[in-house]
């Protein structure tokens, strides 16, 4: 069973769907509850930093999401559910992240179209269970307008969009895609069944 954590933040439905689509039983927290219960954990996410967090720790789910990452277990973070992993958030105002990865998610550079939206080449640098069975560059669908930064070596794939951006990280049985794979066709759906198969 896949446990994904609905705080409000977007695109729970889709990629409830895309996993259903690919084998996966689901369930939906919204609250805390038994980490027995789950194999895997996703944390979606569409909206923005600060708020998101406020609603994790309303639900007492930032303590979840931290016990059950120290069972060994796989945690998925998509789109700013990626960028809640790290320490510190510079949207609106500064915010304290799940704090589960070293690094800081500030606004794409001036002078960019801001989101950045639609297809770009993912450029692998390390190879990884992950990208099993995909070709060389795949393209996937990214809605952002926030980046990671001051990220060490747990980058294993990045975009280009004005400069390199983090799009793939990996520290263990910790996994952040910048990117929505729910709505990367093919690509998006061979990834998770990847991150299924980590189970």
Same mark, same amino acid.
């Given at each position: 069973? #896949?446990?994904?954590?609905? $705080? +409000?933040? +977007?695109?729970?439905?889709?990629?409830?769907?895309?996993?259903?689509? %690919?084998?996966?039983?689901?369930?939906?927290?919204?609250? =805390?509850?038994?980490?027995?219960? $789950?194999?895997?954990?996703?944390? @979606?996410?569409?909206?923005?930093?600060?708020?998101?967090?406020?609603?994790?720790?309303? =639900?007492?789910?930032?303590?979840?999401?931290?016990?059950?990452?120290?069972? +060994?277990? @796989? &945690?998925?973070?998509?789109?700013?559910?990626?960028? &809640? &992993?790290?320490?510190?958030?510079?949207?609106?105002?500064?915010?304290?992240?799940?704090?589960?990865?070293?690094?800081? /998610? /500030?606004?794409?550079?001036?002078?960019?179209? #801001? @989101?950045?939206? +639609?297809?770009?080449?993912?450029? %692998?640098?390390?190879?990884?269970?992950?990208?099993?069975?995909?070709?060389?560059? @795949?393209?996937?669908?990214?809605?952002?307008?926030?980046?990671?930064?001051?990220?060490? =070596?747990?980058?294993?794939?990045?975009?280009?969009?004005?400069?390199?951006?983090?799009?793939?990280?990996?520290?263990?049985? #910790?996994?952040?895609?910048?990117?929505?794979?729910?709505?990367?066709?093919?690509?998006?759906?061979?990834?998770?069944?990847?991150?299924?198969?980590?189970?």
């Amino acid at each position: 069973m #896949i446990g994904i954590i609905d $705080y +409000g933040a +977007g695109n729970l439905n889709s990629i409830s769907k895309a996993f259903e689509h %690919i084998g996966f039983k689901i369930e939906i927290i919204k609250k =805390n509850k038994d980490l027995d219960r $789950y194999e895997a954990l996703v944390l @979606p996410g569409v909206g923005a930093f600060y708020s998101a967090m406020e609603k994790l720790k309303k =639900n007492n789910l930032v303590s979840f999401i931290n016990d059950f990452v120290q069972t +060994g277990r @796989p &945690l998925l973070g998509v789109c700013l559910g990626m960028q &809640l &992993l790290f320490e510190w958030g510079y949207e609106d105002k500064k915010a304290r992240g799940l704090n589960l990865l070293k690094g800081d /998610v /500030v606004k794409i550079k001036a002078g960019l179209k #801001i @989101p950045h939206m +639609g297809w770009n080449e993912l450029k %692998i640098i390390q190879n990884d269970i992950l990208f099993n069975n995909l070709r060389t560059n @795949p393209h996937f669908y990214f809605v952002h307008s926030y980046k990671l930064k001051n990220v060490t =070596n747990d980058v294993i794939a990045v975009t280009e969009y004005g400069d390199k951006i983090p799009a793939v990280i990996r520290r263990d049985n #910790i996994i952040g895609l910048q990117f929505h794979p729910e709505k990367s066709g093919e690509n998006g759906l061979k990834l998770l069944k990847n991150f299924g198969e980590l189970i």
